[in-house]
């Protein structure tokens, strides 16, 4: 396939002309005193314990797909853009992102500025690790170009996990890989934690497959989960609607899906927490629609529901207290059974993914350090009630000490309860102070501490 011409098919000019009026509402916005220096766009998908804000930058007109060059393998796209319209764009040309994180509304810069992974990791690695370049609007109104070896690549190196604290991502030139038409899936169940990280150690080098990542029911019922592109298919099965794709996890060991609907196979139901809105219900799910069936209508409600806290109010008035557990951490893949262990026995939160990853890259990530050469993402997103009084963030605290302890680092998309001391050394301490004075040197974007620990 020939790759489209971004001058003449996708406007470079157009692209330009977006891109600076978005760079001089920066500059705007940095200018005065107490602006909103949040991004303006209808989801969002942190999930931090914070008063619900409307405006902020506008970000709504860098949503383009620029071009896709099939043999060179990259897709240049503008920063804002979900990965939904990217995948849509890039598979009519035979090939994918080579990580597309597991929400459809996630965009591409939010991905690199709040870390995006997904089944493809274990070969690839994160999604930074996937950018070839990219343009970052600074806060003084300039636009730069940064890569691993020109002379913004420490800021490159510390986009990845910044976010929006160094500036934003208005285009991205990220790598692809050439896909088939259909997935071939094969689950595996196991009673032994060890065995079933065992058997993902293993995949790491199984040439043969090409998605690998995992659930953990419970203690003793874990599924290790591997795909591979397949040209054709004995029989296709469709997530998409009446049935649940993580149920199917251990009622089949062989199933088959469009790529596609692979890759979108977590977005129907959240992962598993369509059922805290009771949409696993026949009945609800017919009412609901198709189409209201992922990850944007079921952000829409949690929206609504943190402006208007009516679920934490019935609770309360029930005599119960309640603590959002929604992390994504890792940890070196020798610990991985350990902090498995404890986090079942400490907080019992069920189902957990479980995602293999591999550093890949040889960059070093100040803000995001790889725990090791290969690790496993855990991701767990739910709620405890209890009737008993604990201090505020407990089992978050439980969580984030847990992973200190065995080596590993967590996401920030969510709340954090961090000392200050104990944070900037974990996330980037000095580099990022450096990071700080050469790009942001007025702190007009804001500290990493307070938009991601300190409440406001």
């Known amino acids: 396939m020939m790759a489209a011409d971004a001058s003449d098919s996708f406007g470079a000019a157009d692209h330009d002309r977006r891109a600076q009026a978005f760079a001089d509402a920066v500059a705007r916005a940095c200018a005065q005193d107490g602006a909103e220096r949040t991004l303006d766009k209808p989801l969002s998908n942190l999930f931090r314990d914070r008063t619900v804000k409307e405006g902020g930058l506008p970000a709504g007109d860098l949503v ?42 996630i965009t591409v810069g939010g991905a690199v500025a709040g870390i995006g ?17 990219m343009d970052v609007a600074l806060p003084d109104g300039r636009i730069v170009t940064c890569s691993a070896d020109n002379d913004h690549a420490d800021l490159f190196a510390g986009m990845p996990n910044s976010y929006g604290t ?48 995992g659930v953990a029911f419970g203690a003793d019922d874990l599924v290790l989960t591997s795909g591979r592109f397949v040209d054709n298919a004995p029989r296709v099965s469709d997530y998409t609607f009446e049935d649940i794709y993580y149920q199917s996890l251990r009622t089949r060991e ?16 959240w992962f598993w927490c369509s059922k805290n809105l009771g949409a696993q219900q026949p009945l609800v799910r017919r009412l609901l629609g198709r189409e209201r069936l992922g990850s944007r209508f079921y952000q829409q409600v949690m929206r609504w529901n943190s402006r208007w806290r009516l679920l934490e109010t019935a609770e309360r008035l029930a005599g119960y207290r309640r603590e959002s557990i929604i992390q994504d951490v890792d940890l070196p893949l020798a610990t991985a059974p350990e902090f498995l262990a404890l986090f079942m026995r400490e907080i019992g939160i069920v189902p957990v993914w479980i995602c293999p990853v591999r550093e890949v890259s040889g960059v070093s990530w100040p803000l995001f350090p790889a725990p090791a050469e290969r690790y496993v993402n855990f ?15 407990h089992f978050n605290r439980v969580v984030e000490r847990a992973v200190t302890d065995l080596g590993g680092i967590k996401s920030l998309y969510s709340s954090s309860f961090y000392d200050e001391a104990e944070f900037r050394r974990i996330y980037g301490g000095e580099a990022y102070r450096a990071l700080k004075e050469r790009y942001d040197s007025d702190g007009a974007l804001g500290e990493l501490y307070a938009k991601c620990v300190r409440d406001r």
């Not at 992974?117 to 370049?133: K, N, P, Y």
């Not at 030139?173 to 934690?193: C, G």
């Not at 991701?379 to 963030?393: M, N, S, V």
């Open 379 to 393: 991701g767990f997103w739910d709620t405890l009630r209890f009737r008993i009084g604990y201090p505020k963030g």
């Open 166 to 213: 160094l500036g934003y991502a208005t285009r991205l030139r990220i790598e692809t890989m050439p896909v088939k038409s259909h997935v071939e899936i094969r689950h595996r169940r196991y009673e032994d934690p060890g065995e079933f990280f065992a058997a993902l150690d293993a995949g790491y080098d199984d040439a043969d497959i090409d998605f690998l990542d």
């Open 64 to 105: 383009h797909v620029l071009d896709v060059d099939v043999a060179k393998g990259w897709v240049d796209v503008e920063g804002m853009t979900p990965y939904d319209a990217l995948v849509e764009a890039t598979l009519p040309h035979g090939v994918m992102p080579r990580v597309v994180p597991q929400l459809k509304s």
């Open 117 to 133: 992974i997904e089944a493809t990791s274990f070969r690839h690695g994160l999604v930074h690790e996937t950018v070839l370049e």
């Open 254 to 269: 062989t199933d088959y899906l469009t790529v596609a609907d692979y890759i979108w196979r977590w977005d129907t139901d």
